[in-house]
């Protein structure tokens, strides 16, 4: 089996190697800090050490890889690309997603077509409204931006709309939390349902709104608002 | 369906080159010229949630064209049909020639003539 031969082989260039101690104490504080981001509970500071976990065992890494004088090095070439993509898929393509669906809708400001929906917003979250041509009545967030068809704003009164839009705001003030939670579970192989999420959005919305508003809101548009 | 390229002879009318809903919408607004997607959705009993996939198709295949309003506060569409029931009724009938001619060629011209002839 070569995945032992690998982990013989990283063992013994370990023992001789003079920086074992650090490669050790980088995997211990990675480890720590993962833990760590298990149990703290707000949002920003959770995110915050798991990506100091990440930056340790990135760190392990590299001290591992000065150590290593074999060359059957795959497992670690493979968790070193795994980890470069998610760090993309994180901190990247979430954060320009708004722009590149604003391009493919031709999505223009809510505010040039109904002024108070953008003051609405702004009290909720630091997000721009973006409405699009189609008469199918839809809403989603993306980055920084809320997107709704005008096919919504033509069948939703006042109050509906304002349910809507405090659920996906709650999207927005969450996004950062959203994807790093999705991230996880697929890291730690456990199972994050989507549903939650949209549960807690939805007791936003109807704290906001209005329960009668949400649910009137949903019965009127056809795709279920996410 | 709106492309024209699936034509059901079984079907009558306008059915047989448009879907139910297609036609009953395009019948509308060649009656009624401008409406609101509330008109329509009241003058043809069709339900909300079936027609918006429907208009979308419709303006996009080029048949309605829209514009958005902002009546009282509220941000309506306002349909009108891009082309009168003649010009739509030429173009498939042109589309339908064109095909004969080129799957029969002169049989397909031949009856051409037969039929003018029996006019």
Redesign the interface.
């Known amino acids: 089996m070569i995945i032992f031969g690998e982990i013989n082989c990283f063992g013994f260039c370990l023992e001789t190697s003079s920086i074992a101690h650090l490669v050790a104490l980088f995997f211990v504080i990675s480890i720590a800090l993962l833990a760590a981001s298990f149990i703290i509970k707000r949002p920003k500071q959770r995110l915050q050490t798991f990506v100091s976990a990440q930056v340790a065992v990135l760190l392990a890494i590299a001290a591992t890889f000065y150590t290593m004088k074999c060359s059957e090095m795959l497992s670690f070439y493979l968790y070193l690309a795994y980890v470069g993509i998610t760090g993309i898929l994180i901190f990247g393509v979430v954060r320009f997603y708004d722009r590149l669906m604003i391009k493919r809708l031709d999505a223009k400001p809510a505010g040039n077509i109904m002024e108070w929906v953008q003051k609405f917003v702004n009290q909720l979250a630091s997000a721009t409204v973006y409405y699009y041509d189609s008469a199918a009545p839809r809403a989603f967030a993306a980055g920084r931006s809320i997107f709704v068809s005008i096919g919504l704003l033509e069948v939703l009164d006042d109050d509906e709309l304002k349910a809507v839009l405090a659920h996906e705001a709650w999207h927005i003030r969450n996004n950062s939390r959203t994807p790093y939670l999705k991230q996880l579970a697929i890291m730690t192989f456990s199972s994050h349902k989507s549903s939650e999420i949209e549960e807690l959005a939805d007791s936003f919305a109807a704290s906001i709104a209005g329960r009668e508003a949400l649910s009137s809101a949903r019965n009127k548009v056809d795709k279920v608002f996410i | 369906m709106v492309k024209l390229d699936q034509i059901n002879l079984s079907k009558d009318g306008l059915t047989k080159f448009f879907s139910p809903i297609e036609a009953e919408i395009l019948r509308a607004l060649w009656n009624e010229g401008e409406m609101m ?2 008109e329509l959705t009241e003058k043809t009993s069709i339900p ?2 079936s ?3 429907t ?2 198709r419709l303006v996009k295949a080029g048949y309605a064209t829209r514009r ?1 309003e ?1 009546i009282s ?5 306002i349909y009108s049909p891009a082309a009168s029931e003649e010009e739509v009724a030429n173009e498939i009938t042109t589309k339908i020639l064109d095909n004969l001619v080129d799957a029969f060629g002169p049989v397909a011209l031949e009856n051409f003539s037969k039929y003018s002839d029996k006019k």
């Open positions: 997607t509330s909300l949630t027609i918006a996939g208009l979308d958005v902002n506060g509220r941000v309506r569409y």
